[in-house]
């Protein structure tokens, strides 16, 4: 998608381990988000930003930390990852809500094993 | 609290039938709800959204309507084809929020 790149694109790992998933944006948009999508449970929101070191917890944020210290970059930190966190993970960025909404990334497809 | 309720969950119709998409909100003051198409393997897509302003907006074959008083909104595909295959959420930017709150979404499988 057009001006937002997350990396890695797919990603195994063990349980216990730490991960880092990378969301950049070349739009210079004010707002990012993390959402997983699971089957059966549509897109659940886990934090968001909403400016340079401004996040906010989702709905399910537990065992998830980000952090935001440029306006390109949002990190999306799993401490200890566990098989329940196996998911993708979309970020979405948007400039104004109520003008365009979000613009969504490709996902990151994480797998804990 | 936020909550867009989003029906139905699963969808199939004939190439070339419509189909239809409702999503129901909870707050009135609601004022920006955009639908979003997911293909297989990559991230939901905006293809139309509708201001609380507004009572209906087209694009082509989609078109979007919104009720204010029965607080809920509905997507129209008309001659549908099989590229329209996907899943589509609903969304609602209740007032003052920071985020959007999505509906559970809709598989549509179209049928040739």
């Known amino acids: 998608d057009a001006g937002i790149t997350q990396s890695p694109r797919h990603k195994v790992t063990e349980t216990g381990t730490p991960v880092t998933l990378r969301c950049h944006q070349t739009?210079?948009?004010?707002?990012m988000y993390w959402y997983r999508q699971d089957p059966g449970h549509g897109l659940r929101l886990i934090h968001y930003s909403y400016g340079v070191k401004d996040t906010d917890k989702g709905e399910v944020s537990d065992g998830y930390s980000v952090s935001r210290s440029k306006t390109e970059d949002f990190l999306l930190t799993l401490e200890s990852a566990t098989s329940s966190q196996t998911s993708v993970y979309f970020c979405?960025?948007?400039?104004?809500?109520?003008?365009?909404?979000?613009?969504f990334g490709s996902g990151t497809r994480l797998t804990v094993v | 609290g936020e909550n867009v309720e989003q029906h139905p969950s699963t969808l199939s119709v004939q190439e070339g039938d419509s189909a239809v998409i409702k999503c129901t909100y909870s707050?009135?003051?609601?004022?920006?709800f955009p639908w979003y198409k997911q293909e297989l393997g990559k991230g939901p897509q905006l293809i139309i959204d509708i201001r609380s302003n507004v009572g209906e907006k087209k694009d082509q074959r989609i078109a979007v309507t919104l009720n204010k008083t029965a607080k809920h909104f509905s997507l129209h595909i008309t001659e549908t084809q099989p590229e329209d295959s996907a899943v589509y959420f609903c969304?609602?930017?209740?007032?003052?929020?920071?985020?959007?709150?999505f509906g559970q979404g809709t598989r549509l499988t179209i049928n040739p």
């Open positions: 979405a960025i948007s400039e104004s809500l109520w003008v365009s909404g979000y613009t």
């Open positions: 969304a609602a930017l209740y007032q003052g929020a920071q985020k959007l709150v």
């Open positions: 707050d009135s003051a609601s004022n920006y």
């Open positions: 739009e210079n948009h004010r707002y």
